[in-house]
């Protein structure tokens, strides 16, 4: 339902990442939510396989959204085709959830946010026309 959010609004295919950082950033921080695909990750194994294979297609739709948004920010010229959408989505994916994950650890939720934020602004930044 939350890409379905991003997806409605009239926003540029870069506008939607920035959308989705911001409530990453919010769930984790200001909610104290964490992202089920991660939060289980360590587990899989352990977990039922239906369990499993449910978190394996939420990871997956999420990638794929992602790898989308990327394409049609390349294609509107607001993102430099460094990569193929798919290998730039997967960086992506992967700096977010490691940013969340270590800001997580920081000293409070202002500094964690913080080192979020500066972390994806550098990753992104990099991809800019």
């Not at 540029?12 to 959308?19: A, D, G, I, R, V």
């Not at 039922?48 to 739709?61: C, D, I, K, S, Y």
Request: glycine share 4%; aromatic share 10%; hydrophobic share 40%.
């Amino acid at each position: 339902q939350g890409f379905e959010h991003f997806d409605a609004s009239n926003q540029s295919p870069l506008e939607k990442l920035n959308h989705y950082l911001a409530t990453a950033a919010r769930h984790t921080f200001n909610e104290q939510k964490i992202c089920p695909v991660s939060a289980l990750n360590s587990e899989l194994v352990r977990l039922p396989e239906a369990m499993q294979q449910r978190l394996a297609e939420l990871a997956t739709f999420e990638l794929n959204w992602i790898e989308q948004v990327i394409a049609d920010a390349q294609q509107a010229g607001e993102l430099k085709p460094i990569a193929s959408p798919q290998q730039m989505a997967q960086l992506f994916i992967h700096s977010c959830k490691g940013a969340l994950y270590y800001g997580r650890l920081q000293s409070d939720v202002a500094t964690g946010k913080q080192y979020f934020q500066h972390s994806m602004e550098l990753l992104v930044n990099q991809w800019r026309d």
